[in-house]
């Protein structure tokens, strides 16, 4: 029986051959199908030659978690072949480039074998080395628009838009993509029993990754400064920015920009750079990953002690120290939530997908300055990196930046003194004043004591009596930070919590497990400090399965420390292998642990 | 540090600059340092230059590191936005602070420990983007606070004031910024304020990194007969090659030296910087022969002071980035905005 829009497919290839735009084509056309569809790029830390995977899943009901067992395999790689051969479901298929012959060790009862001859077939139609290897992925797309029933005229389509101004490369690609098309037409029987049908489900959606949605949420905010150290897989997001910035931060007459980017000598100076403009009044961020925030401690602990606003977005890999760097996980969120030595706690939002990624980039600028204080925004490589099916974005025009307590020159003609720490209304909160607008409004910035007035101290009383404050401040901050999300259902007494990009595998889950017969509550954390809807949730459950992606249970130390939640009643569900998760990691470890608990 | 305040109260009668400010409204708050301190000599030089161009101290703002030099920010122009950032990353801060307002002006205080040692490769892209500070080095060779360890500025062979030899080679900030590219670099001595005011009123009006090397005697760990860096080793040995005038914009240039030795050189601001050479070959916008000219004196034991190179066409951060004219600080919101609109509009390349 055909399964229609409802399969998941794997490209194997080497980095650096143009296999990237071929699979990008793929996804598009599917997703211009009406049909939705997730990518996700399993690539190496390399420029040219080691291995890459593309894996594309189509569902109809919208899942976007990964699933780690394929229908069809496109194994154009020959150095994984025993590793692709392996990762094929039974009774599934396998695509290979038949120019040469198959090695019988790969060669799997249970699987239905593809050969298409592509380079062959492109090596006679196309001269040149370069153009040979380019046009050999896209003839693949050609063979499984076949094989997969993809409208061939929406790949037309999309290739006008790409080469539109390039007729020459228009017609190459044209042409690749007929060879793979026509030869799988004539050899195999299409499409296969796993097939696309249009739908009329992404009308309204988007495909987009999620450092561009950030990148965009700090255009929207308007973010005037971004200091950064290139680091995988945060990079892309100051490069999505930096293009946005040209197209949209130009001043029309002098063809200045209205931003800097500066590009630092590490991330000490990155956050450096951005705590100084943000002290100057920019709304200025950095983003990074786990090494990044490392380095930026000692900064940190300044900007939080001091209360200069900065926004950082840590787009999380596999750690510790260099890690897999091109994995990911969610391994950074205890040294977010506390970074830097002495007592600290931070402002941190974790957003699950692109979307949110666009929203509470927007939203971290008018934390960072109301509450006058780091704000970190958790991401990962697979919401950075990878193509998501997204509602379309909305902005509010109405929106104006929450600049927070800064007094005016007006404001201080008005004021007899100026004194940086002192909380007249009692919210913890302290105005603070912008250099070079009013000669009252000067005072010391300083890492070192300070007491309420900004001055110098070393008497323990002063002290406690601002950092208590500070922590009141933070403390507050958990009623202005995204809520979490939650889902119910009649008579469930277990509960299950998650955090940013595990959603997808947990909504999925939660689904088949439901369907089984099993009642769980759902609860995904956006913001830190965390409200009090967060230990009312885990209150009212028996017991939380706490699903993340590390080794150590991060979320749920997290959650025990500052809800004070009994650890017997948190129950530790984990993935870390550098994979997004996939839903069977989920119903697998709920299981496990219910059968342990039977 | 700054809890010991000083009376603001100024006898009429003081002289006042062309905005009608006294010399004390540019001071700060009552020093902390050991007596005697060169460092204290240094803010008192900043104070004049300060008052002496009449720059509205609310308009300036002061940045510094961790460390004895570190502290003196606090020590003058007290209605400046001040910055005590954390060790050696003073350059990161101000970097970003004249990204986002270029309409201040900037002062970075360091020392030798903090831009040489733990802060040495931010001091090195600092040059590199030619942020538009003025940035005082003040070099005691010596760590003051944690009582008397070398710095990486010591020269090898110098004893400590326990008797300690140093056996490392010594960074000299002056070379380093010079072989960076650095647009303006000049040394001084804590002792010789005559030489030091101008030299800091030219590195305020230069647009760019103005680096200036302040030798400045430490007298607590670092003022003994076996160190080259104090008072008594440094006035024998200082040779001045260029002597620095600094014209304000709008001053009329008098002819009081000899033309064949003076040389004025036009800053952005309109104010012009007179160097008069002291020493015969000695050519202060000539990067190489600077260099090779404080390397051969330094074999002789000499430390070469004066505004040693200036560069008359310096691009600063601003230029390299490309940015408008307006603060990005005060960019109002519409500009900066697309709106719901253009969004709607440029989603549609991710369809």
Redesign the interface.
């Known amino acids: 029986m055909p399964r229609t829009n409802d399969f998941a497919f794997k490209i194997a290839t080497a980095n650096g051959t143009g296999s990237a735009s071929a699979n990008g084509l793929i996804m598009?056309a599917i997703?211009?199908m009406g049909i939705p569809v997730t990518g996700k790029n399993v690539f190496p830390s390399n420029i040219q030659g080691l291995p890459t995977w593309y894996e594309i899943r189509v569902s109809q009901k919208g899942y976007t978690a990964r699933i780690p067992e394929f229908d069809l395999m496109v194994a154009l790689n020959p150095a994984t072949y025993v590793k692709d051969v392996a990762e094929v479901r039974s009774g599934g298929w396998l695509m290979y480039d038949s120019s040469w012959p198959l090695d019988a060790t790969l060669i799997r009862q249970d699987l239905t074998y593809i050969g298409i001859p592509l380079a062959e077939m492109c090596n006679a139609r196309f001269t040149g080395m370069r153009e040979r290897i380019l046009m050999k992925n896209i003839a693949y797309a050609g063979a499984l628009a076949a094989l997969l029933q993809i409208d061939s005229g929406i790949v037309r389509a999309l290739l006008k838009e790409k080469y539109g101004r390039k007729p020459a490369l228009m017609e190459s690609n044209q042409q690749a993509v007929d060879i793979g098309y026509d030869y799988a037409t004539a050899n195999f029987d299409c499409p296969l029993a796993i097939r696309l049908a249009p739908l009329e489900k992404t009308a309204d959606a988007?495909?987009?990754d999620g450092n561009?949605a950030a990148a965009?949420g700090c255009?929207?905010?308007?973010a005037?400064?971004g200091?950064w150290y290139p680091i995988t897989p945060a990079t892309s997001l100051m490069e999505a920015f930096k293009g946005f910035c040209q197209k949209?931060?130009q001043?029309p007459e002098?063809?200045?920009?209205?931003?800097?980017?500066?590009q630092?000598?590490?991330e000490?100076?990155?956050?450096?750079?951005?705590?100084?403009?943000?002290?100057?009044?920019?709304r200025?961020f950095t983003p990074t990953s786990g090494p990044g925030i490392s380095l930026m401690n000692?900064?940190l602990g300044?900007a939080y002690y001091a209360e200069v606003p900065a926004v950082l977005f840590d787009v999380q890999r596999t750690g510790p120290s260099t890690g897999m760097p091109t994995r990911t996980q969610q391994g950074d969120l205890m040294m977010c939530a506390y970074a830097s030595h002495g007592d600290t706690r931070h402002i941190c939002l974790y957003p699950a997908d692109p979307r949110e990624a666009f929203e509470f980039a927007a939203a971290a600028f008018d934390l960072a300055e109301r509450f006058q204080t780091p704000v970190f925004v958790l991401t990962d490589l697979d919401i950075g990196m990878n193509d998501w099916m997204i509602p379309?974005?909305?902005?509010?025009?109405s929106?104006?930046?929450d600049r927070g307590k800064v007094l005016s020159a007006e404001q201080l003609d008005e004021v007899r003194t100026f004194s940086r720490y002192l909380d007249t209304d009692g919210d913890g909160i302290t105005a603070r004043?912008?250099?070079?607008?009013?000669?009252k409004?000067?005072?010391?910035?300083?890492?070192?004591g300070h007491n309420r007035f900004g001055?110098?101290?070393e008497d323990g009383d002063e002290y406690v009596e601002v950092v208590d404050r500070i922590d009141r401040k933070i403390q507050r901050a958990a009623r202005a930070v995204p809520a979490p999300i939650l889902q119910t259902m009649p008579g469930a007494r277990l509960g299950l919590v998650t955090v940013g990009g595990c959603h997808a595998a947990c909504v999925e889950a939660l689904d088949i497990l439901a369907a089984e017969g099993m009642a769980i509550d759902y609860m995904r954390v956006r913001g830190f400090p965390f409200g009090e809807e967060v230990a009312r949730f885990l209150e009212a459950h028996e017991a939380s399965f706490v699903v993340e992606q590390n080794r150590d249970g991060q979320l749920r130390n997290l959650l025990m420390l500052e809800t004070g939640t009994a650890a017997e009643k948190l129950e530790s569900v984990r993935y870390y292998g550098g994979f997004p998760m996939s839903a069977h990691h989920v119903i697998s470890g709920v299981k496990a642990k219910l059968e342990k608990a039977a | 540090?700054?809890?010991i305040s000083k009376p603001t109260v100024h006898h009429p009668a003081l002289q006042k600059n062309a905005i009608g400010l006294v010399r004390r409204e540019y001071e700060g708050a009552m020093t902390t340092l050991c007596a005697g301190c060169g460092h204290d000599s240094i803010t008192a030089a900043i104070i004049q230059a300060f008052w002496e161009l009449s720059i509205?101290?609310?308009?300036v703002?002061k940045?510094s590191g961790i460390g004895c030099s570190s502290k003196t920010?606090?020590y003058f122009l007290?209605?400046?936005?001040?910055?005590?950032?954390?060790h050696g990353?003073m350059?990161?801060?101000?970097?970003?602070?004249?990204?986002?307002?270029r309409?201040?002006i900037y002062i970075g205080v360091s020392g030798d420990g903090d831009s040489l040692s733990i802060g040495l490769?931010?001091l090195?892209?600092a040059i590199r983007?030619n942020v538009n500070v003025l940035y005082v080095l003040e070099n005691n060779g010596v760590y003051g606070l944690t009582k008397g360890q070398f710095s990486a500025s010591a020269d090898p062979g110098s004893t400590s004031k326990k008797g300690e030899a140093n056996t490392m080679e010594a960074i000299d900030g002056a070379l380093l910024a010079l072989s960076l590219g650095a647009t303006f670099v000049a040394r001084g001595f804590s002792g010789d304020k005559a030489q030091l005011v101008p030299m800091i009123k030219a590195g305020l009006s230069h647009q760019g990194f103005a680096f200036i090397d302040v030798i400045s005697p430490c007298v607590t760990f670092n003022d003994h007969d076996g160190s080259t860096k104090s008072y008594a080793y440094t006035r024998e040995r200082n040779v001045e090659v260029v002597q620095a005038d600094f014209v304000p914009h709008a001053q009329a240039i008098t002819t009081e030296y000899d033309p064949g030795t003076v040389r004025s050189v036009l800053l952005h601001d309109g104010s012009w910087v007179r160097l008069r050479k002291v020493a015969d070959q000695y050519d202060p916008t000539d990067r190489d022969r600077a260099y090779a000219f404080i390397r051969e004196r330094q074999k002789h034991g000499e430390v070469v002071t004066g505004l040693l190179y200036i560069s008359p066409d310096s691009s600063d951060?601003?230029e390299q980035?490309?940015?408008?004219?307006t603060p990005?600080?005060q960019?109002p919101?519409e500009?900066?905005?697309?709106?719901?609109a253009?969004?709607?509009k440029l989603?549609a390349r991710?369809?």
């Open positions: 598009q997703f211009r988007i495909l987009i561009t965009l255009l929207y905010a308007g005037t400064v200091a949209y931060r001043e002098t063809n200045r920009n209205r931003y800097a980017i500066l630092a000598e590490d000490i100076a990155a956050i450096g750079m951005v705590i100084g403009a943000s002290w100057a009044g920019a200025a000692e900064f300044l379309k974005l909305s902005w509010d025009d929106y104006r930046p004043t912008l250099p070079g607008v009013h000669p409004g000067a005072f010391f910035t300083r890492g070192s001055g110098y101290t | 540090m700054t809890y509205p101290p609310h308009k703002a940045l920010p606090a007290r209605e400046a936005h001040g910055f005590n950032g954390v990353r350059p990161a801060l101000v970097t970003g602070a004249n990204a986002a307002n309409d201040i490769g931010h090195c892209h983007r951060l601003h980035c490309n940015t408008v004219a990005l600080t960019l919101h500009q900066l905005c697309p709106g719901s253009e969004l709607e989603q991710f369809r």
